[in-house]
C-alpha cells in the first residue's frame, strides 16, 4: 500500500485512491439529475441534449457540494441510439420508444460515431471539461458495458429469452462481438477528448446471476475494460444486488472484481465490508449509502448521519475507497437532495481522514 500525504486536488486525490490510502477519503457521489436540478434546467431537453448545459451544471454542483469529479453520463441510451434506437425524450430520464428485433440486428449497418449527434454531444462535453476544469477535477466519461448495451439495444426481456434457446451463450456472445468494437471506439473518442476515467454502467447484471455473467459477457468485459485501461483506469457502475452466490460456488462479487475495473460502485444492498474482502487489493470500492434514506423525506437528518458513518466505518479501512451512494443521488426535493448530501460531505470531511 502506497500512503500519500502532500495536500493534492480533486484530480490527484481521486487518482489516489485507486493506489492505496490517500490523505482523505475522495467525495465522489454519482450525480446526474441533481446537477440540473440545482441549476435549475430542464434535464431531458436541456442537461441531455446541450453539453455546455451539462459542463456548466456538473461543475456548478460539484463547487456546491465539494464533490472531486465530474461527469458526463446521463442515460444509457447515448450508444443505442447510434444504432438506430429512437429516444423518448417524455420520461423523467432518456429511455428507448422502441426496441431493436434481435433478428434484425445484422442487417443493421456499423453506425459512424462521428456523425451521431449525441455520441458527438458527450465526446465534446468531455471536451469542454477539459478546457474548465483539466488537471483540477477529475473527469468520468461513460459507457455501457457489454451485457448492458444489449439490453438498451433489445430490452432485456428480449435478452432473457434468448436463454430458453439451446445455443444461448453463443448467439448472446454473437450480438456482444457486433457492439465491442463501436464500445470501445466510443470510449477512445471521450480519452482523446480527455476523460482521466471511463465509467462503465452495467445496471443489469444483477438480473441475470453468476452463471450467465460467467458465461456469456464476463470475457467481454474485461476485453473492454483491458481496451480502456491501455490510457485511463475503468470505473465499473453495477446496480442492484449482486451480493449472489449460486449452488455450484460462483460468486458475483468475485465474478465483478475479476474483470479488473479499477474502481467498481456497488449499490446499497451489498455488504461493504463482505465486498472489500473479496475484492481485496484488486478493485477500489466507491459506494455505497442506501439511496432511499436519502431520498425519502420519512428519514431524519440523524438517520443519514447514521447511514454515511456506517458507510465510510466500512469502506475506508485499508484504502482503496471513495465515499458515494449505492446509486444516482435522489434529486426531488431539491431541498432534501441539498440537505441530505451536504450532511455526507460534513461526514465524509469528519470521517474521511487516516491519521
Request: hydrophobic share 35%; with cysteine; net charge negative.
Amino acid at each position: 500500500m502506497y500512503y500519500f500525504s502532500k495536500i493534492l486536488n480533486s484530480h490527484d486525490l481521486t487518482l489516489s485512491a485507486m493506489k492505496g490510502i490517500p490523505e482523505k477519503i475522495p467525495f465522489n457521489p454519482f450525480i446526474m439529475h441533481l446537477a440540473a436540478s440545482l441549476a435549475n434546467k430542464d434535464y431531458n431537453h436541456h442537461y441531455c441534449q446541450n453539453p455546455e448545459i451539462l459542463v456548466e451544471s456538473q461543475i456548478k454542483c460539484a463547487n456546491f457540494f465539494g464533490i472531486d469529479h465530474v461527469n458526463v453520463s446521463t442515460d444509457a441510451y447515448r450508444e443505442a441510439s447510434a444504432w438506430g434506437v429512437e429516444i423518448d425524450w417524455e420520461s423523467h430520464t432518456p429511455v428507448s420508444k422502441r426496441d431493436i428485433e434481435i433478428s434484425e440486428f445484422n442487417s443493421i449497418e456499423v453506425p459512424n460515431l462521428l456523425e451521431n449527434q449525441r455520441i458527438m454531444n458527450r465526446v465534446n462535453a468531455v471536451k469542454h471539461f477539459s478546457r474548465e476544469v483539466g488537471g483540477n477535477q477529475c473527469i468520468i466519461g461513460w459507457i455501457e458495458a457489454p451485457f448492458a448495451e444489449i439490453c438498451c439495444l433489445f430490452g432485456l426481456v428480449n435478452v432473457l429469452l434468448q436463454c430458453k434457446n439451446q445455443n444461448w451463450v453463443e448467439n448472446i456472445k454473437d450480438l456482444i462481438e457486433r457492439i465491442l468494437p463501436v464500445q470501445k471506439e466510443f470510449a477512445n473518442l471521450q480519452i482523446e477528448a480527455g476523460a482521466d476515467i471511463i465509467g462503465v454502467g452495467d445496471s443489469a447484471i444483477s438480473q441475470i446471476g453468476p452463471m450467465r455473467y460467467e458465461k456469456c459477457c464476463l470475457d467481454a468485459t474485461r476485453d473492454l475494460f483491458t481496451n480502456i485501461q491501455k490510457n485511463v483506469p475503468v470505473l465499473y457502475h453495477v446496480c442492484g444486488d449482486n451480493d449472489i452466490v449460486d449452488k455450484e460456488g460462483r460468486d458475483m462479487i468475485k465474478l465483478i472484481s475479476s474483470t479488473g475495473a479499477n474502481i467498481i460502485d456497488f449499490d446499497y444492498q451489498v455488504d461493504l465490508k463482505i465486498a472489500k474482502q473479496k475484492c481485496g487489493s484488486t478493485n477500489c470500492i466507491r459506494g455505497n449509502s442506501n439511496t432511499t434514506v436519502f431520498g425519502d423525506l420519512s428519514y431524519s437528518p440523524l438517520d443519514v448521519v447514521n447511514e454515511v458513518s456506517k458507510t465510510i466505518e466500512s469502506g475506508k479501512p485499508g484504502g482503496q475507497y471513495m465515499y458515494a451512494l449505492g446509486c444516482e443521488v435522489p434529486w426531488e426535493p431539491l431541498d432534501l437532495a441539498i440537505r441530505n448530501l451536504s450532511i455526507a460531505k460534513a461526514i465524509t470531511e469528519k470521517r474521511g481522514y487516516y491519521n
